[in-house]
């Protein structure tokens, strides 16, 4: 059993940079995959980036290709997402979440572990 807690959210203009956390705890960090999505009001969570256990290996989605980061630091029991020139797309509910596997995995149902969410809001 792991907790997640997001944080790092807010309201900031198109072309800003911002960087959002999840930190974890209750369970043995290193063991975990953990992916990042996000929701749009009316619209489907959809896959963000996601990183394998050892850091080692990470994906993203075409949408944020280019702009998005995503790392970990085990020292932290933290896992990051770099956002940058962020656009008013970009607005959304963004969730982490974390896996017992050595694989990394990008639909919402491949998780067990949610944390509770950060609002990212981009104003033109």
């Known amino acids: 059993q792991v907790q997640l807690v997001e944080s790092g959210g807010g309201l900031v203009q198109a072309g800003v940079s911002l960087r959002l956390s999840c930190a974890a705890s209750g369970g043995t960090f290193s063991n975990y995959a953990v992916g990042w999505f996000r929701q749009a009001p009316g619209k489907e969570r959809e896959f963000v980036a996601a990183i394998n256990l050892s850091g080692s290996i990470t994906y993203y989605a075409d949408s944020v290709k280019g702009r998005f980061t995503i790392s970990r630091d085990y020292a932290k029991n933290t896992v990051y997402l770099q956002m940058s020139s962020l656009k008013p797309d970009d607005t959304a509910v963004y969730y982490c979440?974390?896996?017992?596997?050595?694989?990394?995995?990008?639909?919402?149902?491949?998780?067990?572990?949610w944390g509770q969410g950060t609002q990212v809001t981009v104003s033109s």
């Open positions: 979440a974390a896996k017992y596997s050595n694989s990394v995995y990008s639909t919402p149902r491949d998780y067990g572990y």
